[in-house]
């Protein structure tokens, strides 16, 4: 998925599998399924932080226990960047961080759609992220937005 509209649909296509439930929340659904796992994860004050971001620029619905591990991948991954010097940036790093990034978008629900590009946004993201370390103090979520 590249696109917001990709990301609807897909959201779309997901909810009708399940649509035997009433509650149009992704974390009442089949535990079996990737997506519908509650987010029951203890949560670091970065993700939380991050979920703030969301809901208060994006209207964030609902996110996924998948939304909690992927943040925190991307957040080890951000780590591993800042402490590397610009010449040692490892590739391969800097693109798991992007598709990272991506996939924390596939997994969450925003009340509306950014107007943002999808990809601008996940390089906003990376970008806010990795030069300000946004996510430490809710405080900094004002002052980048």
């Known amino acids: 998925m590249n696109t917001w509209d990709n990301i609807k649909a897909a959201q779309i296509a997901h909810d009708l599998v399940h649509r035997e439930s009433d509650n149009r929340r992704i974390t009442d659904f089949d535990p079996s399924c990737i997506y519908c796992v509650g987010n029951n994860k203890s949560r670091t004050r970065n993700y939380r932080n991050f979920l703030i971001y969301l809901t208060n620029y994006y209207q964030l619905t609902d996110v996924t226990d998948e939304t909690n591990i992927t943040f925190e991948k991307f957040s080890r991954r951000l780590e591993v960047l800042i402490q590397e010097s ?3 940036i490892d590739r391969e790093t800097a693109k798991s961080a992007r598709k990272n990034a991506e996939e924390i ?29 946004i996510f430490d103090n809710a405080s900094n979520i004002e002052v980048a937005y």
């Open 105 to 133: 978008f596939e997994t969450v629900r925003l009340g509306r759609t950014p107007k943002t590009s999808f990809n601008d946004m996940v390089s906003i993201l990376i970008g806010v992220a990795y030069r300000t370390n």
């Open 86 to 88: 610009e010449e040692e």
